[in-house]
C-alpha cells in the first residue's frame, strides 16, 4: 500500500456541525480556514483524510471559534473500527 494511502484512514465526525455552526457553505469555510473548498467537502462528507490535512483545519477553527476539546481528541481513525 502506497504511503498516501496509508495515511488517509482519519475523519472529524463533529465537522459537520463545527462547520454549519460557524459558516454558512463550504466555499465561506475554505476562504475562512485557508484551504481548498474540496477539503472542506471531504471533511463534511467524512471522507477521509491524511491526520495532518484533519489536524491543520482543527487548529484553524479553534484559533476562530471554541472546540470545548483539543483537536487531536476530534480525529477518528477509521481503521480501528
Known amino acids: 500500500m ?8 482519519f475523519v472529524c465526525r463533529q465537522w459537520q456541525a463545527l462547520v ?3 459558516y454558512a457553505n463550504d466555499v465561506e469555510a475554505a476562504r475562512v480556514l485557508h484551504t481548498d473548498p474540496r477539503v472542506i467537502e ?3 462528507s467524512g471522507t477521509p ?21 483539543p483537536p487531536a481528541e476530534l480525529i477518528t481513525d477509521i481503521r480501528l473500527r
Not at 502506497?2 to 484512514?9: D, H, P
Not at 495532518?52 to 482543527?58: D, G, H, N, R
Request: no cysteine; net charge positive; charged share 30%.
Open 2 to 9: 502506497s504511503a498516501k494511502k496509508k495515511r488517509a484512514w
Open 20 to 22: 454549519a455552526d460557524h
Open 42 to 44: 471531504r471533511l463534511r
Open 49 to 69: 483524510v491524511a491526520k495532518s490535512t484533519v489536524l491543520k483545519m482543527l487548529r484553524q477553527a479553534a484559533l476562530r471559534h471554541p472546540l470545548g476539546v
